[in-house]
């Protein structure tokens, strides 16, 4: 919903608010304000200009040089526009304005152009004459203006040389965007929409007051309705206008629907379109004189109908859309659009006008059946109060009056069998405070419905609900337009009554939660496998025929022998997509899923088996041994247990090759295992590259974790470094080695890292080479040589014992 400033102000007179204040008004009173644009954005500098005089250019046969009365004096305007003469009144931007932008369809600069004092050809120009488009406008908004060349001020603008030009086009404006709720059907008006900026802003609203003086006759001997159709249409109501004379629209309705973005067509489509937006209801206007027989039928369609409508398309019905038809055929589709037969041409005489309430779900499905959807539909489809059209009716009665277009025959033919009532609803002060935990009393609440048109029966206590509000309901719905105009920002803080528990996350879900992080960001995307397993698995992973993995748990129904067992090993799953991807010629996966495996207590089951939630890794291509061993590390490190996790060279697992696997442990814990395939698992996949996998008890891991971080200073003593190169046995692993240095560290050892591995012939056969750089540091004090070369040595010594020396 687009409403401008101007036309609401015709409502709200003292609203004088800038357009940023109204926007956080609204927005704060509860109107979803989608944005709003200025339509006089980068027009600056900008009068009416009177050309007194003009002269050829002496150097251009398509310029000519302009002498400019701009009220203040008259300046000179070298142009090509070809449409200009003596005495015309034109927009003129003087040297430092700015206009909006250039020709039609080029789109508009943010910051628009600004114009300066130059030369045409060697001839002096102190500004420039506009057209429409560079006013930020089009030709749809402003008709009059020309195709091309400069937009002319008409004698009935009454402008004069140093006006603000684009305040006399109605420029000086600003159009706010709404997104509508569907219940407040209210609100798709612009004095719905003026209502709620009076009771934002605490000022007057002036509803239009509707008076039509008639000119004689009966409507009752020119037209009959028949609604045969109640449940679609609760109430249609008709008036006559006779002796009309089309013709264009005067300058204020042309520049509200201008304002609008609706283009003037002549004074009779543009009333009805006035009309549609001030109240929201769709009107449709019918040659009477082609009303077979003086009658309106409101009915269903018949299945198999066709209708040709105003846009000239064939149309096919059926039995659940409903028609307007005269005395032998139909002239309209209800609520849509009318039909060709009744058009309305420039040589119509009577007028027959029409303001019905149609079925909005009926529409609704209507547009879509027949595939035709309008901005009257789109109206209906809300649910539209059937009291507003009586109101709008006659408000376009009177403005066919007000503008001199036909004669108003007295009386308005009226099928309105079920009143919409008024609905009444008791005023509970209490019960609103205690909903929205305030304090407010009932002079303020009694003063906030009555900006809103709520009436209040002291005696009774009881407050009647005007039918255009068809979202008060209840006493909650009238609390919420207490809080919206007192102000959600004056209402408390407060706690809720009752009981009530904080939902969140579970521990272990939050832990699930960083390691789908962590591996995610390590390149693993997410996979998903069945429970339900072969047992021929066990095969294919090499599994012993007595292994403890063999024992799981048997279907009662299964679907059939792939699917008859509960998995005990979370491996051939994400083996069998690491399949797939290799086979479709992917160069490289990684894949992870959090899942959980079944261990039977006992078989038969006697009790309900272990269900172990196992985050199992799998990657084939980029990447070896250890590169999964350091995602696994930077597991335990951001879950806090990195700290002695210890990875235990083992043979155990038959399904990872035998010299290229690890058990991960921590201290008597296990947390899980990671190695390479076995070659012979590897083929019985269907693959032939190294595939490496690995797989975390997560139980165990949630256990593990912590997120408690102690914050360290930045250290205040420097550090020392000590770089031993060592000669170990190739048996010997590195891990046995870094135990020795953590114990013989003590307190001072910072760090240390591996930097070096070799084995070539500058070391005996047998022998390898590994250089570790150790840091050393204490918080209380600077290290010396003194502090440091004891645990050196300490540390060497230890080391010898295990046959390992210094590298020479």
């Given at each position: 919903?687009?409403?401008?400033?101007?036309?609401?102000?015709?409502?709200?007179?003292?609203?004088?608010?800038?357009?940023?204040?109204?926007?956080?008004?609204?927005t704060?009173?509860?109107?979803?304000?989608e944005?709003?644009?200025?339509?006089?954005?980068?027009?600056?500098?900008?009068?009416?200009?009177?050309?007194?005089?003009?002269?050829?250019h002496?150097?251009?046969?398509?310029?000519?040089?302009?002498?400019?009365?701009?009220?203040?004096?008259?300046?000179?305007?070298?142009?090509?526009?070809?449409?200009?003469?003596?005495?015309?009144?034109?927009?003129?931007?003087?040297?430092?304005?700015?206009?909006?932008?250039?020709?039609?369809?080029?789109?508009?600069?943010?910051?628009?152009?600004?114009?300066?004092?130059?030369?045409l050809?060697?001839?002096?120009?102190?500004?420039?004459?506009?057209?429409i488009?560079?006013?930020?406008?089009?030709?749809?908004?402003?008709?009059?203006?020309?195709?091309?060349?400069?937009?002319?001020?008409?004698?009935?603008?009454?402008?004069?040389?140093?006006?603000?030009?684009?305040?006399?086009l109605?420029?000086?404006?600003?159009?706010?965007?709404?997104?509508?709720?569907?219940?407040?059907?209210?609100?798709?008006?612009?004095?719905?929409?003026?209502?709620?900026?009076?009771?934002?802003?605490?000022?007057?609203?002036?509803?239009?007051?509707?008076?039509?003086?008639?000119?004689?006759?009966?409507?009752?001997?020119?037209?009959?309705?028949?609604?045969?159709?109640?449940?679609?249409?609760?109430?249609?109501?008709?008036?006559?206008?006779?002796?009309?004379?089309?013709?264009?629209?005067?300058?204020?309705?042309?520049?509200?629907?201008?304002?609008?973005?609706?283009?003037?067509?002549?004074?009779?489509?543009?009333?009805?379109?006035?009309?549609?937006?001030?109240y929201?209801?769709?009107?449709?206007?019918?040659?009477?004189?082609?009303?077979?027989?003086?009658?309106?039928?409101?009915?269903?369609?018949?299945?198999?109908?066709?209708?040709?409508?105003?846009?000239?398309?064939?149309?096919?019905?059926?039995?659940?859309?409903?028609?307007?038809?005269?005395?032998?055929?139909?002239?309209?589709?209800?609520?849509?659009?009318?039909?060709?037969?009744?058009?309305?041409?420039?040589?119509?005489?009577?007028?027959?006008?029409?303001?019905?309430?149609f079925?909005?779900?009926?529409?609704?499905?209507?547009t879509?059946?027949?595939?035709l959807?309008?901005?009257?539909?789109?109206?209906?489809?809300?649910g539209?109060?059937?009291?507003?059209?009586?109101?709008?009716?006659?408000?376009?009665?009177?403005?066919?009056?007000?503008?001199?277009?036909?004669?108003?025959?007295?009386?308005?033919?009226?099928?309105?069998?079920?009143?919409?009532?008024?609905?009444?609803?008791?005023?509970?002060?209490?019960k609103?405070?205690?909903?929205?935990?305030?304090?407010?009393?009932?002079?303020?609440?009694?003063?906030?419905?009555?900006?809103?048109?709520?009436?209040?029966?002291?005696?009774?206590?009881?407050?009647?609900?005007?039918?255009?509000?068809?979202?008060?309901?209840?006493?909650?719905?009238?609390?919420?337009?207490?809080?919206?105009?007192?102000?959600?920002?004056?209402?408390?803080?407060?706690?809720?009554?009752?009981?009530?528990?904080?939902?969140?996350?579970?521990?272990?879900?939050?832990v699930?939660?960083?390691?789908?992080?962590?591996?995610?960001?390590?390149?693993?995307?997410?996979?998903?496998?069945?429970?339900?397993?072969s047992?021929?698995?066990?095969?294919k992973?090499?599994?012993?025929?007595?292994?403890?993995?063999?024992?799981?748990?048997?279907?009662?129904?299964?679907?059939?022998?792939?699917?008859?067992?509960?998995?005990t090993?979370?491996?051939?799953?994400?083996?069998t997509?690491?399949?797939?991807?290799?086979n479709?010629?992917?160069?490289?996966?990684?894949?992870?899923?959090?899942?959980?495996?079944?261990?039977?207590?006992?078989?038969p089951?006697?009790?309900?088996?272990?269900?172990?939630?196992?985050?199992?890794?799998?990657?084939f291509?980029?990447?070896?041994?250890?590169?999964?061993?350091?995602?696994?590390?930077?597991?335990?490190?951001?879950?806090?247990?990195?700290?002695?996790?210890?990875?235990?060279?083992?043979?155990?697992?038959?399904?990872?090759?035998?010299?290229?696997q690890?058990n991960?442990?921590?201290?008597?814990?296990?947390?899980?295992?990671?190695?390479?395939?076995?070659p012979?698992?590897?083929?019985?996949?269907?693959?032939?590259?190294?595939?490496?996998?690995?797989?975390?008890?997560?139980q165990?891991?949630?256990?593990?974790?912590?997120?408690?971080?102690?914050?360290?200073?930045?250290?205040?003593?420097?550090?020392?470094?000590?770089?031993?190169?060592?000669?170990?046995?190739?048996?010997?692993?590195?891990?046995?080695?870094?135990?020795?240095?953590?114990?013989?560290?003590?307190?001072?050892?910072?760090?240390?890292k591996?930097?070096?591995?070799?084995?070539?012939?500058?070391?005996?056969?047998?022998?390898?080479?590994v250089?570790?750089?150790?840091?050393?540091?204490?918080?209380?004090?600077?290290?010396?040589?003194?502090?440091?070369?004891?645990?050196?040595?300490?540390?060497?010594a230890?080391?010898s014992?295990?046959?390992?020396?210094?590298?020479?």
């Amino acid at each position: 919903m687009n409403t401008p400033i101007s036309w609401l102000k015709v409502y709200v007179p003292d609203l004088d608010v800038d357009v940023q204040d109204f926007v956080d008004a609204m927005t704060l009173s509860g109107s979803h304000v989608e944005g709003y644009e200025k339509k006089d954005k980068n027009l600056e500098k900008i009068v009416v200009g009177k050309i007194e005089k003009i002269e050829k250019h002496p150097d251009a046969d398509k310029l000519i040089i302009c002498q400019v009365n701009i009220g203040a004096g008259t300046i000179q305007i070298v142009t090509g526009a070809p449409n200009v003469k003596e005495g015309d009144l034109v927009p003129v931007v003087l040297d430092g304005g700015k206009v909006a932008g250039g020709h039609d369809g080029e789109p508009l600069p943010e910051d628009g152009i600004k114009i300066k004092k130059g030369k045409l050809r060697g001839i002096e120009s102190d500004g420039m004459m506009c057209s429409i488009e560079e006013l930020g406008s089009s030709r749809d908004l402003y008709p009059e203006a020309p195709e091309y060349g400069i937009y002319i001020f008409g004698e009935e603008s009454g402008v004069k040389p140093g006006d603000d030009a684009i305040a006399a086009l109605g420029l000086h404006d600003s159009v706010v965007e709404y997104e509508i709720t569907s219940n407040r059907v209210d609100c798709f008006s612009m004095i719905g929409m003026a209502r709620e900026a009076a009771a934002t802003f605490d000022k007057e609203f002036h509803e239009p007051e509707i008076k039509v003086q008639g000119s004689g006759g009966d409507v009752n001997d020119y037209i009959t309705v028949d609604v045969q159709a109640p449940d679609l249409c609760p109430r249609y109501t008709a008036r006559v206008v006779t002796d009309l004379k089309i013709g264009p629209s005067p300058k204020w309705m042309r520049e509200r629907l201008a304002s609008q973005g609706i283009r003037s067509i002549n004074n009779l489509v543009d009333i009805t379109n006035y009309v549609m937006e001030e109240y929201g209801q769709p009107m449709h206007a019918y040659d009477l004189d082609t009303i077979a027989g003086k009658k309106i039928v409101v009915k269903r369609a018949n299945d198999g109908d066709t209708f040709v409508t105003l846009d000239g398309q064939e149309r096919k019905m059926d039995k659940d859309v409903l028609m307007i038809c005269d005395g032998e055929k139909e002239i309209g589709i209800a609520g849509i659009m009318g039909g060709e037969n009744s058009m309305v041409t420039d040589d119509i005489k009577t007028l027959l006008f029409e303001a019905a309430c149609f079925d909005g779900t009926n529409i609704r499905l209507t547009t879509k059946r027949i595939g035709l959807a309008t901005d009257a539909a789109a109206k209906f489809v809300k649910g539209l109060d059937p009291n507003l059209a009586e109101q709008a009716i006659n408000r376009a009665c009177q403005l066919i009056e007000e503008l001199g277009c036909g004669k108003v025959v007295d009386g308005m033919v009226d099928v309105y069998p079920n009143p919409v009532k008024e609905v009444v609803l008791p005023f509970e002060p209490e019960k609103m405070n205690k909903l929205l935990g305030t304090d407010i009393s009932s002079d303020v609440m009694l003063s906030i419905f009555k900006k809103l048109e709520l009436r209040y029966d002291e005696k009774t206590n009881m407050l009647t609900i005007p039918t255009f509000r068809q979202d008060l309901k209840c006493m909650a719905d009238l609390a919420e337009e207490v809080a919206r105009f007192y102000g959600y920002a004056n209402i408390p803080t407060t706690l809720p009554h009752g009981e009530s528990t904080a939902g969140k996350k579970s521990y272990a879900e939050r832990v699930n939660d960083i390691v789908r992080n962590i591996v995610e960001g390590d390149g693993f995307s997410g996979a998903m496998h069945y429970s339900f397993e072969s047992p021929k698995v066990f095969d294919k992973l090499l599994i012993p025929q007595d292994s403890v993995y063999r024992k799981a748990i048997q279907i009662m129904n299964p679907l059939g022998e792939d699917f008859s067992i509960m998995r005990t090993l979370p491996l051939n799953g994400m083996l069998t997509s690491l399949s797939t991807n290799y086979n479709r010629r992917n160069k490289h996966a990684r894949l992870y899923e959090l899942a959980n495996v079944y261990l039977p207590k006992a078989l038969p089951l006697t009790e309900l088996p272990d269900e172990r939630m196992m985050l199992t890794l799998g990657m084939f291509g980029e990447g070896d041994f250890f590169d999964l061993k350091g995602v696994i590390e930077e597991l335990t490190e951001k879950l806090g247990f990195a700290k002695e996790v210890s990875y235990e060279p083992t043979s155990e697992h038959p399904f990872l090759h035998p010299g290229r696997q690890a058990n991960i442990t921590k201290g008597k814990l296990s947390v899980g295992y990671l190695g390479q395939l076995h070659p012979e698992v590897v083929e019985n996949y269907g693959m032939k590259k190294e595939v490496y996998v690995a797989v975390l008890d997560m139980q165990t891991v949630t256990m593990l974790t912590t997120f408690d971080r102690k914050y360290e200073g930045i250290a205040k003593f420097p550090s020392v470094t000590r770089d031993l190169a060592l000669v170990v046995d190739k048996s010997v692993f590195v891990g046995e080695i870094e135990k020795v240095i953590k114990k013989c560290g003590g307190k001072m050892l910072e760090s240390y890292k591996l930097f070096d591995v070799y084995e070539g012939a500058q070391v005996a056969p047998g022998k390898k080479s590994v250089a570790y750089s150790l840091v050393f540091r204490d918080k209380t004090k600077t290290l010396t040589d003194a502090d440091v070369n004891p645990v050196v040595e300490k540390l060497l010594a230890e080391l010898s014992k295990m046959g390992i020396e210094i590298r020479a």
